[in-house]
């Protein structure tokens, strides 16, 4: 599970996007716990990652400013589950520093990844990252009872 969270990695701190949509599974399920930011709460599908949070996060840097997951680092695996920090270095196109630290939890079955809880400074980003961008509205607020997309993945 370990080489699928690092080629996770890789492929967001590369921006290879094939790489990254063959290890996302059809039935994905983003969750950003918390409540009223930007980003937070149930993004589920593959296509919802692809089409709606990912454009929502790297349209709003310059790559060549910014290295998402330049660093990271697995702190613990159990079948199925891998948790690790990752941490960002760089400007936002607000022209704000983004060095944002992540939470990620993962749930891997089959080579892909099917959940992902992520955990992130959600003021640094609200301020740094989208300024006065509008909320990516989600499919499900945030809300404990969601985690069972993910234990249930």
């Not at 080629?7 to 949509?21: I, K, N, S, W």
């Not at 089959?110 to 989208?130: R, S």
């Not at 985690?147 to 249930?152: E, L, R």
Request: glycine residues 10%; proline residues 4%.
């Amino acid at each position: 599970m370990r080489e699928i969270v690092d080629q996770f990695y890789d492929a967001v701190r590369t921006g290879h996007v094939p790489a990254l949509e063959a290890l996302i599974a059809e039935d994905f399920c983003l969750i950003c716990p918390g409540q009223n930011n930007v980003l937070s709460g149930v993004y589920r599908g593959k296509n919802r990652f692809f089409e709606g949070v990912l454009p929502h996060v790297f349209g709003c840097v310059n790559p060549e400013e910014i290295s998402f997951c330049a660093e990271h680092q697995i702190v613990a695996e159990a079948g199925e589950v891998v948790v690790a920090v990752a941490q960002n270095d760089g400007v936002a196109l607000t022209g704000n520093r983004y060095d944002q630290i992540y939470l990620h939890i993962f749930k891997i079955r089959g080579g892909q990844i099917v959940a992902l809880i992520e955990g992130f400074d959600t003021a640094l980003a609200n301020h740094a990252l989208w300024g006065e961008c509008e909320p990516l509205i989600p499919d499900e607020g945030a809300a404990l009872s969601n985690m069972t997309h993910f234990t249930g993945a």
